[in-house]
């Protein structure tokens, strides 16, 4: 929660934070005190489209008032600045909000196991070796038909290359 001062060092004096932190999806809750007479202010924020929905707001303050700034959830890091205004322009005051990236969780470390056995990697693609040989012979097959122009050639390296689409279908759907 951020505090703005309002009225605390004279007429329509405007005391902000510096800078404001805060994370994508959170919400940003300002909070205004009125040390004097009622007011009007306005927050402002130009360069604030890619974090949140709020633009331009106008806030009749009495004593206190909390306002919320809703961050998106998916908002990249970065800084955007919201604007006090008091007085109908005669005052203004300006704090940066920093929206930081939101902490991943750290995993937490698998114990290593003494009785556990040696466990051999395992290949993705070992399954698929006979579609790739398929494929490859499908390949030469079409090469020599090319060299040779027999259409016996032509018609094996079709049948190679249709084999290895239907062995890689069935080893999909397995």
């Known amino acids: ?79 955007f600045s919201v604007e006090v205004i008091a007085g109908y322009g005669a005052r203004r005051a300006q704090f940066r909000v920093v929206v930081r990236e939101r902490a991943a969780p750290e995993p937490e470390p698998e114990p290593a196991s003494a009785t556990e056995p040696f466990r051999a990697v395992s290949l993705p693609w070992r399954p698929y070796v006979p579609v790739l040989a398929l494929g490859v012979a499908a390949l030469v097959l079409y090469g020599l038909w090319l060299a040779y122009r027999v259409d016996l050639l032509n018609a094996a390296a079709f049948a190679a290359l249709l084999l290895g689409v239907i062995l890689a279908w069935l080893r999909q759907r397995s």
């Open 1 to 79: 929660m951020s505090e703005i001062h309002l009225n605390r060092r004279g007429i329509n004096a405007i005391e902000v934070p510096g800078e404001v932190e805060t994370m994508p999806g959170g919400v940003l809750t300002l909070h205004i005190i009125n040390h004097g007479s009622p007011l009007h202010i306005s927050l402002a924020s130009t360069n604030s489209a890619v974090f949140t929905d709020f633009f331009h707001e106008n806030l009749y303050v009495d004593q206190n008032e909390e306002f919320h700034i809703p961050i998106r959830e998916g908002a990249y890091p970065g800084v």
